[in-house]
């Protein structure tokens, strides 16, 4: 429930930095320059098709959105090859991001520090790196007011140092985002780890089999376990399959994946406590046991999910 009324909150108090238009074309065949806010879509599902003439990018909130080409076809250095950013020639992880859309996939122009935050002074920082977890904020402890968040990215701030405590979820997935932090939060923040944000369609498969996925235009998977996926393709779910204690049969099961692993995978949602109920070859869990253990999860600065009886429900 409080993840629930962070999410809520959150939209209370950001605010988009602009509003982007959109324009559709089939594919570019000429100079095309993108000079302000726009979602570019090319429904071109041809890699050779899709851009034969230039596609120059000049301005940092544009998105080009494939519709029908996965990431690993537009990543590819060959295929960017008439794609420009500010006058230089677009290549993936050094002056852009591309990451999975729907059934395709976007591109973004590159932000190596997507987020910058602010104290009551106005001083800010931006170099958060993507992924880590910072629970060590230094002069920034309990000093943030504000922060800007660049679209495509997410960022979960919480009051202590471990990740629990009063917490949120902000996903910038249509827009830049501006945000005030609420009261709650208010030169509070002692924890913050910032995520890429995929954008995958509603269609998943419960297996670790990127082939099926991919014949059946899938856009994540999960496997019952933390294998450090790195799919460009996918959106991967690790799971926290069951934490320590006894099953009904009396068996001592100790708890696994570790957070370690987890984490490693820098993914922005994690499954936990698959079939909590089924005892006899699960540890058996009550509705308290899992409560004890929800702050662990909160620690990861993932969106959880929660197992229960044999179906995932989200909390958000």
């Given at each position: 429930?409080?993840r629930?009324?962070?999410?809520?909150?959150?939209?209370?108090?950001?605010?988009?930095?602009?509003?982007?238009?959109?324009?559709?074309?089939e594919?570019?065949?000429?100079?095309?320059?993108?000079?302000?806010?726009?979602?570019?879509?090319?429904?071109?599902?041809?890699?050779?098709?899709?851009?034969?003439?230039?596609?120059?990018?000049?301005?940092?909130?544009?998105?080009?959105?494939?519709?029908?080409?996965?990431?690993?076809?537009?990543?590819?250095?060959?295929?960017?090859?008439?794609?420009?950013?500010?006058?230089?020639?677009?290549?993936?992880?050094?002056?852009?991001?591309?990451?999975?859309?729907?059934?395709?996939?976007?591109?973004?122009?590159y932000?190596?520090?997507?987020?910058?935050?602010?104290?009551?002074?106005?001083?800010?920082?931006?170099?958060?790196?993507?992924?880590?977890?910072?629970?060590?904020?230094?002069?920034?402890?309990?000093?943030?007011?504000?922060?800007?968040?660049?679209?495509?990215?997410?960022?979960?701030?919480?009051?202590?140092?471990?990740?629990?405590?009063?917490?949120?979820?902000?996903?910038?997935?249509?827009?830049?985002?501006?945000?005030?932090?609420?009261?709650?939060?208010?030169?509070?923040?002692?924890?913050?780890?910032?995520?890429?944000?995929?954008?995958?369609?509603?269609?998943?498969?419960?297996?670790?089999?990127?082939?099926?996925?991919?014949?059946?235009?899938?856009?994540?998977?999960?496997?019952?376990?933390?294998?450090?996926?790195?799919?460009?393709?996918?959106?991967?779910?690790?799971?926290?399959?069951?934490?320590?204690?006894?099953?009904?049969?009396?068996?001592?099961?100790?708890?696994?994946?570790?957070?370690?692993?987890?984490n490693?995978?820098?993914?922005?949602?994690?499954?936990?406590?698959?079939?909590?109920?089924?005892?006899?070859?699960?540890?058996?869990?009550?509705?308290?046991?899992?409560?004890?253990?929800?702050?662990?999860?909160?620690k990861?600065?993932?969106?959880?999910?929660?197992?229960l009886?044999?179906?995932?429900?989200?909390?958000y």
């Open positions: 429930m409080r629930i009324l962070s999410t809520l909150l959150s939209i209370l108090f950001s605010a988009a930095l602009y509003a982007n238009t959109s324009t559709k074309v594919c570019v065949t000429e100079l095309v320059t993108l000079t302000t806010p726009i979602d570019y879509i090319i429904t071109s599902d041809s890699e050779t098709d899709a851009i034969t003439g230039t596609l120059a990018i000049a301005n940092d909130c544009v998105a080009v959105i494939f519709e029908n080409l996965k990431p690993t076809v537009t990543s590819k250095t060959a295929f960017l090859a008439n794609v420009t950013i500010n006058g230089r020639k677009a290549v993936d992880g050094t002056n852009c991001h591309v990451a999975v859309y729907r059934h395709g996939s976007i591109l973004f122009p932000c190596k520090t997507p987020l910058t935050v602010y104290n009551e002074a106005g001083e800010s920082k931006s170099a958060w790196t993507v992924g880590s977890a910072y629970r060590v904020l230094s002069k920034w402890d309990n000093c943030i007011t504000r922060f800007t968040l660049k679209r495509g990215y997410m960022v979960t701030m919480a009051n202590h140092s471990d990740g629990t405590g009063y917490s949120h979820v902000f996903v910038a997935q249509d827009e830049d985002l501006d945000v005030t932090l609420p009261a709650a939060m208010q030169q509070s923040v002692s924890f913050l780890r910032v995520f890429e944000w995929n954008y995958p369609g509603k269609k998943g498969l419960a297996e670790d089999n990127t082939k099926a996925a991919g014949l059946m235009n899938m856009g994540w998977f999960y496997n019952w376990a933390a294998s450090n996926y790195q799919y460009q393709n996918f959106d991967y779910v690790p799971e926290r399959h069951h934490e320590s204690g006894w099953t009904k049969n009396g068996e001592y099961k100790g708890a696994w994946p570790s957070w370690d692993e987890i490693s995978n820098v993914a922005t949602h994690v499954l936990g406590m698959n079939e909590p109920d089924n005892g006899s070859v699960e540890v058996y869990m009550t509705p308290e046991d899992m409560f004890k253990h929800h702050k662990d999860y909160l990861s600065g993932n969106k959880i999910e929660h197992q009886t044999n179906q995932a429900i989200s909390q």
